[in-house]
T-cell receptor, first 114, second 112 residues
């Protein structure tokens, strides 16, 4: 069964450093998402991406964040200058069709900012 | 998306049925009821969804009240692997956004 994959599984970085989290969505999917979950808290929406552009972003997704689909398979989330409060699990998700279609989530990347 | 209310936690015994309730009294006519779950240390996982009629799939059943103000996710025989946080989420079919809005969900414990 096709699945969403994410790398790395765990990323440790120093405050102020740039990180890139990578995702490979399911191959025929068209809609892509990033969510995050701070330890012990709810899963929060960050951004949705369709047709090579951001379709919606949350208040969390400020100028320090960016997303890109650099080729036909990868979908990346970049944080330019990490802060301590960026420490969280980051989940990538994809869906095939319309916005209300089922979203398939990856296993997540645990980001630890020291 | 309209708000949903779920109990914070529930317990079940292994191999017994589990009924997970969700209240959504302000649901609109175009809101679908979706259920996702999150197993420990994993990403959320789709379980089931419905609009008006009860739905069954290999994972679970979804019973929707006639007035649609509440629904119940039914796991027919809970296993230890079903221990997870279960989220009830409303999604408007007319929405131009795909984001899922997660609440706190119901943490299901399954006892052997």
């Amino acid at each position: 069964e096709p699945e969403v994959t994410q790398t790395p599984s765990h990323q440790v970085t120093q405050m102020g450093q740039e990180v890139i989290l990578r995702c490979v969505p399911i191959s025929n999917h068209l809609y892509f998402y990033w969510y995050r979950q701070i330890l012990g808290q709810k899963v929060e929406f960050l951004v949705s991406f369709y047709n090579n552009e951001i379709s919606e972003k949350s208040e969390i997704f400020d100028d320090q964040f960016s997303v890109e689909r650099p080729d036909g398979s990868n979908f990346t989330l970049k944080i330019r200058s990490t802060k301590l409060e960026d420490s969280a699990m980051y989940f990538c998700a994809s869906s095939s069709g319309e916005y209300t279609d089922t979203q398939y989530f990856g296993p997540g990347t645990r980001l630890t900012v020291l | 998306d309209a708000k949903t209310t779920q109990p914070n936690s529930m317990e079940s015994n292994e191999e017994e049925p589990v009924h997970l309730p969700c209240n959504h009294s302000t649901i609109s006519g175009t809101d679908y009821i979706h259920w996702y779950r999150q197993l420990p240390s994993q990403g959320p996982e789709y379980v089931i969804h419905g609009l008006t009629s009860n739905v069954n799939n290999r994972m679970a059943s979804l019973a929707i009240a006639e007035d649609r103000k509440s629904s119940t996710l039914i796991l027919h025989r809970a296993t230890l692997r079903d221990a997870a946080v279960y989220y009830c989420i409303l999604r408007d079919v007319q929405s131009n956004t795909g984001k899922l809005i997660f609440g706190q969900g119901t943490t299901l414990q399954v006892k052997p």
